[in-house]
């Protein structure tokens, strides 16, 4: 299992910025994928979750209605759409597949006015 997460960087509230999560490994459509946070000094929290198929999504309480957890089963790439971040939303993300311990890298989102 690789992952490869891209697409972070500095956004303003009230901006868009769009996360990459390019996988490897593994037969990507027969896996729940999930995208997680890490603040510093907090521990790591899951955000998004999204089915094999791409039809079931599921959100944590604080990005619901502004983030979207998507897929491309043909790119082997889950995205999360991050609409109208906020200053707290300022963490490193990361991908993971369901039932696998292995962790990319990361990407680092700053939201700063």
């Known amino acids: 299992v690789q992952l490869v997460e891209s697409g972070g960087g500095l956004v303003q509230p009230g901006g868009s910025l769009r996360l990459s999560c390019a996988a490897s490994?593994?037969?990507?459509?027969?896996?729940?994928m999930h995208w997680y946070r890490q603040a510093p000094g907090k521990e790591r929290e899951e955000v998004a979750t999204?089915?094999?198929?791409?039809?079931?999504?599921s959100y944590a309480d604080s990005v619901k209605g502004r983030f979207t957890i998507s897929r491309d089963n043909a790119k082997n790439t889950v995205y999360l759409q991050m609409n109208n971040p906020k200053p707290e939303d300022t963490a490193v993300y990361y991908c993971?597949?369901?039932?696998?311990?292995?962790w990319g890298q990361g990407t680092q989102v700053t939201v700063t006015s």
């Open positions: 993971k597949r369901l039932g696998s311990n292995n």
């Open positions: 490994g593994f037969t990507f459509s027969s896996y729940h």
């Open positions: 999204i089915g094999g198929t791409g039809r079931s999504t």
